[in-house]
């Protein structure tokens, strides 16, 4: 029987462990909850009379200061933006994990719950991922099981991969992200603003006309505005539908004018956005056990760091 690897999470760092180990004829199998890979490479998309809307709600734009990334952002088709030095996916920052994952095995939809067996022979749980909600009690539902895996690979933000290697918690817990509330809008008109803003002291950590990218309707006037984490923690726990009017309210204090309300818009919580305390090494590799961690989280909040931790723990595996 061939040896396979499991990688729990399809994100950047899961998707370069991923291709690492299969340019090297090691067979691999990812599992990721969300309904397609890249994790937070992501594009919201929507429709409002009879318009597509899209937004890229997550990373903004990639910089790419190694080879490594470089060549995979080229071979994803990234173009820059807003100049030579960032790039984005076209037409969506999703279209980066969809090119890098082409022909990888992707369990998609399930949340990996539990590892169990033994090095060598490692077994995957996974559930339904509308059913399991990360930090609360596993669903009564029976698991599908998958496996044997001759390696587990867990590429998933830390403080949620301590659910599943509580074992590892004592390394896992000092790793902290900021989160960020993050409000998509398309407005009828042109707003009164550039197409970047970063303001300094703000509510507002970031701001940005997502239409004015490459390869979108650059007529649909759609935005992009990240709470800083101050005002993210503030209102933490409040309901998505109750962050949009306050924050477009500091978009329009960034403007010096009323804004129209918008035509559509929408709220989401990251509760894992970027880095404050990383763990400062590159990756997690029990060699004994035959278990991994690699993440943004070993490095920075930056997607090349997720894109380096995940090839160098692959390359601890298979140099
Ligand atoms: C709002 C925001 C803005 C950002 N802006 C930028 C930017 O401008 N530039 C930049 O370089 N970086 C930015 N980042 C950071 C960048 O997106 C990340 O550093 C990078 O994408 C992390 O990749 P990763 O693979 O480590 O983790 P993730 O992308 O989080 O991937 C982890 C994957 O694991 C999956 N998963 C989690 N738990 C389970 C489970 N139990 N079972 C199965 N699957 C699971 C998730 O669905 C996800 O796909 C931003 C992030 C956010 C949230």
């Known amino acids: 029987m061939t040896e396979t690897i499991a990688i729990l999470g399809a994100g950047l760092a899961?998707?370069?462990?991923?291709?690492?180990?299969?340019?090297?004829?090691?067979?691999?199998?990812?599992?990721?909850?969300?309904?397609?890979?890249?994790?937070?490479?992501a594009t919201r998309r929507a429709?409002?009379?009879?318009?597509?809307?899209?937004?890229?709600?997550?990373?903004?734009?990639l910089r790419a200061a190694g080879p490594g990334f470089a060549a995979a952002l080229e071979a994803a088709g990234a173009a820059p933006w807003p100049d030579p030095a960032r790039r984005v996916g076209i037409p969506g920052m999703s279209a980066l994990p969809r090119a890098l994952a082409e022909g990888l095995a992707i369990t998609a939809s399930r949340h990996a719950g539990r590892i169990l067996g033994e090095a060598g022979a490692w077994r995957i749980q996974h559930w339904d991922a509308k059913e399991a909600?990360?930090?609360?009690?596993?669903?009564?539902?029976?698991?599908?099981?998958d496996g044997p895996f001759s390696a587990v690979l867990v590429t998933i933000p830390a403080p949620q991969a301590i659910d599943l290697l509580p074992g590892m918690a004592d390394a896992?817990?000092?790793?902290?992200?900021?989160?960020?509330?993050?409000?998509?809008?398309?407005?009828d008109a042109k707003l009164p603003l550039p197409d970047t803003l970063r303001p300094e002291g703000h509510a507002i950590g970031w701001a940005a006309r997502d239409s004015s990218k490459p390869g979108r309707d650059g007529a649909a006037e759609c935005w992009v505005v990240q709470a800083a984490p101050a005002w993210t923690r503030a209102h933490l726990e409040a309901h998505a539908e109750d962050?949009?009017?306050?924050?477009?309210?500091?978009?329009?204090?960034?403007?010096?004018?009323?804004?129209?309300?918008?035509?559509?818009?929408?709220?989401?919580?990251?509760?894992?956005?970027?880095?404050?305390?990383?763990?400062?090494?590159?990756?997690?590799?029990?060699?004994?056990?035959?278990?991994?961690?690699?993440g943004d989280w070993c490095l920075a909040g930056r997607a090349e760091a997720a894109w380096d931790s995940g090839a160098a723990l692959a390359a601890a595996l298979a140099p």
């Open 14 to 41: 899961g998707l370069s462990a991923a291709r690492h180990l299969a340019a090297r004829g090691i067979a691999v199998r990812l599992f990721d909850k969300g309904r397609a890979p890249g994790g937070r490479l």
């Open 47 to 61: 429709e409002h009379a009879g318009r597509r809307l899209q937004f890229d709600h997550g990373a903004q734009y």
């Open 133 to 145: 909600k990360p930090g609360t009690p596993l669903p009564a539902t029976p698991p599908i099981e």
């Open 172 to 187: 896992l817990r000092p790793v902290r992200y900021a989160p960020c509330w993050t409000v998509m809008a398309h407005f």
């Open 243 to 294: 962050i949009v009017a306050p924050l477009l309210a500091e978009l329009a204090t960034l403007a010096g004018a009323p804004l129209p309300a918008p035509a559509w818009a929408a709220a989401h919580r990251w509760r894992y956005s970027l880095l404050e305390a990383p763990l400062g090494q590159p990756f997690l590799w029990d060699a004994t056990r035959r278990i991994g961690l690699a």
